[in-house]
Every structure is written in structure tokens, then in C-alpha cells.
């Protein structure tokens, strides 16, 4: 049922995101399905690399030790931004086209009062692609 599947990830937050990740993977095993590890990070140094491309090669390096942690295939695709916080949907919404993605499984927050003034980044990915959008809390 599923090839491609598109998991956004911070590696920053990792224990906020385990549970994504599992979910994912496991979706991954009983389909065969491929997992593409999705990240936007800035173009300017951070706490995790001081370039994109150092970033990416952190990413994929997390691709493969989760592909050999859960047996499946992996993947690492990251986007670079001047403003990750104000692009991250843009540039997810871009993700899916790009790396053509069946599915996305990302971690949700739990709904509370800043709902009302920003949507969550789950909820724009199922308005604005035709993929499917699995959130886990």
C-alpha cells in the first residue's frame, strides 16, 4: 500500500520523536516501504551543524542507524532555509513532491491554547497535499 515514507524529524528533539520513528518504522516493515528522513535546518551554523551540507551528512548517518536498528530501508533528505521556523511548511510541503512520499508520519504536540493562533504543521501538510498525514502523540 505504501512505498515512500516521509518522516519530518528534528535532531535536536529526538526523544520527542522516538515514538514517530517507531511507528514509522514498523509501518515500513509490514509494507516494504521505504523511510525518508526529512529535516530543514538553517543555512547559517546551528548547535547540530555549522553547514547544510555537515547536516546532511548527519542526517543520513541517522537514516542508516535507524534503517539497521529496525531492519528496513532509509533514506536522508534535508532542505536548507533562512528561516526554518517560518518555511518548515513550505519546505515540507516541497518534501513530498520531492522525494514523492505516499504517507507522512510525524510527531504531534498536544493541542492547547497556541492552536488557536498557529496551526500545527501536521494539519497544513493534510490541507495543502493529496498524501496521507499520520500524526502520533
Given at each position: 500500500?505504501?512505498?515512500s515514507i516521509m518522516v519530518p524529524v528534528d535532531l535536536a528533539h529526538l526523544p520527542q520523536i522516538a515514538g514517530a520513528i517507531d511507528v514509522a518504522g514498523d509501518l515500513a516493515r509490514h509494507y516494504g516501504a521505504t523511510l525518508i528522513f526529512v529535516s530543514i535546518t538553517a543555512e547559517t551554523?546551528?548547535?547540530?551543524a555549522h553547514t547544510p551540507s555537515e547536516f546532511q551528512e548527519k542526517?543520513?548517518?541517522f537514516a542508516e542507524e535507524q534503517a539497521a536498528r529496525m531492519?528496513?530501508?532509509?533514506?536522508a533528505k534535508s532542505y536548507a532555509s533562512t528561516d526554518p521556523s517560518i518555511d518548515?511548511?513550505?519546505k515540507l510541503v516541497h518534501a513530498i513532491h520531492d522525494t514523492g512520499a505516499d504517507l507522512v508520519v510525524m510527531a504531534s504536540h498536544k493541542p492547547g491554547l497556541v492552536d488557536y493562533f498557529w496551526a500545527a504543521h501536521g494539519a497544513h501538510l493534510a490541507a495543502h497535499t493529496d498524501?496521507?498525514?499520520f500524526l502520533v502523540r
Open positions: 500500500m505504501y512505498r551554523p546551528t548547535s547540530i542526517l543520513s548517518a531492519g528496513i530501508s532509509a533514506a518548515i511548511d513550505e498524501t496521507s498525514v
